[in-house]
Every structure is written in structure tokens, then in C-alpha cells.
């Protein structure tokens, strides 16, 4: 039984970014949850995310948007350029685009600080329970059991709901307990390398770059924070990605080593931004592989679920990692609240959320948004070029990002059309 005389309707299994907003959707529906962690303490990790703007809809439903603004940076345009620093493809993002809702540029630990204090106001303290690793799942006719362990390993009393999420990220626990025979994470071919900076306002002050291309190295740079010091510098991520035939280990906090990545970098002085001199500033280096997993065609089974990284692990090419475990979140809740806690919801879940992040997860793989690098990088030989015109045209380009777009759920017209889901 749970902790406290309310029995919890919902077991949440991690409190990411994913599991928090669940916790979150689900109070707001009326429905009692607790959410389990396996670290025995949760920090702010990870370097920076983009939300975009279907995903703020969201937290703005739950009235999150005061808090993220006050931590993070709304951006305002996507700008391209190749590794010459030459523009390629420039475009609005955000409420600058007309969309309702803000684009975000945030750290990681501060997008995770604003929910978890969310979820300790909005559902108590106790709703959060760390150092509880999810060990399995078993059902029945009535309901679930969670098993879990301490982080030293040693068994913890078991809890019962009516129903489980898993929500336990990458290496799901859940995951593996219902596709036992899947493999480890598909590695892309692509490292990556992380880290942030403080750095003064660069292009529009709240500018998301992406440059070069994978063959020869492609970087992702855009300010998280605003005014981290007296001189109104900002925080700046920047995240470099570069072909390699070897995986990095997969450690969310292992260092990285500015050798193993530094020289497809160290030209790219422009006068928009000195790339090297901003990398050489940071604090600290993160490495990850860039990894992903084939689509699940089922996530419910019975009473048990999955959701964000645990059902549907994805490259980061599109910024949608976290966007799409906000909105799962919040579909999943909605579909609780509409149809009762049962497993009719969680079966009307799997047929809407399976199929539309399966076509994020492909897309990302074939055709995300830094496709527009790729063609030009392989229709100049990665050279310099005189007219872009003569090369691509900008209507192909939009067509490339506006694709995305309707495939992740952020198409302008469809996003304002569609109904909440809670
Ligand atoms: C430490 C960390 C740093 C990250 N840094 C970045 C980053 O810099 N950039 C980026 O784009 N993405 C980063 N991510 C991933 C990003 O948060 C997710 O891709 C995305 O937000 C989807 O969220 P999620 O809730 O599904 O998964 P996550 O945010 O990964 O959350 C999963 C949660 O489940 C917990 N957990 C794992 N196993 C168990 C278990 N057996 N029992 C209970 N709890 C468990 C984890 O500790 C974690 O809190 C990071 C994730 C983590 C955990």
C-alpha cells in the first residue's frame, strides 16, 4: 500500500522531465500519483534543451510559463550557416513566428528545478520519493506492484496502484521488463560533445545556430540564461557532433576531451561569433553518443506504460526529446481524466502516442530540421559558395523545416487548431 491514508491511483516510475510532468497533469486531472527515483538526491543536470512551441503549450496549461521565464531565454529565431560561416537559412521561432506560445532555450537542470518545485507545491513533499529504483512491475485483475531498491542495492518494500508509467529514461527498467529480448541503444554514428559558456549576446541575443555538417563537424550554439553577470553576458550551449566510428560511453555526466573534437572546430572564427574561444571558455565538457531505438509498436500492456525516453528514445536533431515527453505526459493525463483509470485510457494512449512519436523517432533519423545543412554541405562540397541561390533555393529549405514541423505536432495552423488534451 502507499505511504499515506490517500491510496496513489497512478505509480510513476522516475522523475525527469517526463515523470514530473506527469505528476503534474495528472493533479491537475484530480488523479492521486507518486513518482519514484531511483538517485538518492535529484540535481540539476545536463547542459541545454530547446522546448518549441507545442511543448510550451503545454507547460503553459499548467501554468508554468512565469517560472520558465524567469530562468530561461525565449528564442527568437533558428538561423543555419555552414562551416564557413556563411548564411544558409534563417527563420522566426516562437512567439516571433506568430505562434501563442514561446520557444525556450533553458538549461536542463532548470527546466527540472521548475517542475520538480512545481510537483513538491502543487502535490506535497512526500509526492517525490528518491532513492527508489524501479526493479519491475507485476499485475493483476486489481491492480500493480512496484518493486524497488536503495541505491545500495538492498530491497525496499513494494507499492501498489492501479496503474504504473514507466518514465525511468534511456535504459528503462520497465522497458527491458516488457522487451526483454531488445537490444542495447542504436548508436547514430555521431558523437557528441557538450558544454556552456558565458559568453555577451550574439546575433539576436536569443539566436538557436546550427552549422557545418556531420562529415566534417556541425555545432548547435544557443543562450540558455540572460544576465549571469554585471556585464549582461548569458550562459551559451553549445553542443559539437562529428561522425566517428566508436560510441562514446553512455553517461549523461561523463567528462569530455577537447582534443577529440577540437580541430574540426578550430577555424571556425566568424564574425558573428569566435566558435573556438567559446569552447575554450567553458567550464566543463560533457561526451554522450548520439543514440536512439527502433519504435516500440505497443508500449501498454495491461496496466503498465511507458513514456519520453523510455518508450520512445530519440536522436537530438530535432529538439522534440523532451517535447514529446511533455505532451505524452499530457495526453496520457488527459485520457485518465476522460475515460477513468483504467486500462481503457492507457490502450487509447498507446494508439495516438506510438504511432506519432514513431514518425518523430524516423525523422529524426532521415529528415530533421539540419537536413537543410546537409544539402547544402553535399551541393557545395562542403566549400565556400558564392550565390546560395545558385545551389538551393530557400523555398526547399522552408520545406525542410516546415516538414518537421507537421511531423513532431508544431505546425503553426494545426497547433493553434488543435483541442487541449487536458
Ligand atoms: C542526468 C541527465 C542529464 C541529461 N542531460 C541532457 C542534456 O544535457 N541534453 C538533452 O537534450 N537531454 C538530456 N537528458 C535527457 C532528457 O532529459 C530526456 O531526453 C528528455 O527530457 C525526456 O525525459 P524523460 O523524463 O523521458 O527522461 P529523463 O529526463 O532522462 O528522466 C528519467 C528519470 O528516470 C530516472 N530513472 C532511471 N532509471 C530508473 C529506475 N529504474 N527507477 C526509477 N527512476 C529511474 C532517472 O534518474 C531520471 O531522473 C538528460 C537526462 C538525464 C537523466
Redo the contacts with the bound molecule.
Sequence with gaps: MSKDDKTDQVIV?????????LALSLHQAGIACRV????AE??P?????NLLPHATRELSELGLLPALDAVGVRTREAVFFNSHGQLVFREAAGTDAGYDWPQYSIH?GD??AVLLNAVRERLGPESVVCG????GVDQDETGVTAR?AAPDGTALPSMRAALAVG????????RKQLYPNEGAPRYSGVNMW?GTAKHRPFLSGASMVRAGWLDQGKMVIYPIRNDVDADGNQLVNW?AEIHAPQPALQD??RPGRLEDFMPAFENWHFDWLDVPALIRSSDAI?E?PMVDQDPLPKWTHGRLTL?????H??V?RGSN??G???I?ARFLAGALHKLGVGTEALEAYDRVRVKATTEVVLTNRSNPPDTILREVFQRSGGQRFERLEDIVSTGELQAISDNYKRVAGYDPAALKARPSYL
Design positions: 516510475l522516475g522523475a525527469g522531465i517526463g515523470g514530473l510532468t519514484y527515483e531511483a538517485v535529484l540535481k543536470l545536463g547542459v541545454g534543451i536542463r527546466l527540472h527508489h529504483r524501479s526493479t524497488f518514465c525511468d529514461g534511456i535504459h528503462s527498467v520497465l557538450r553542443v549523461w555526466s560533457l554522450y513514456l519520453g525516453d523510455a518508450a528514445p530519440m537530438p526529446g523532451a514529446q515527453a511533455i505524452d
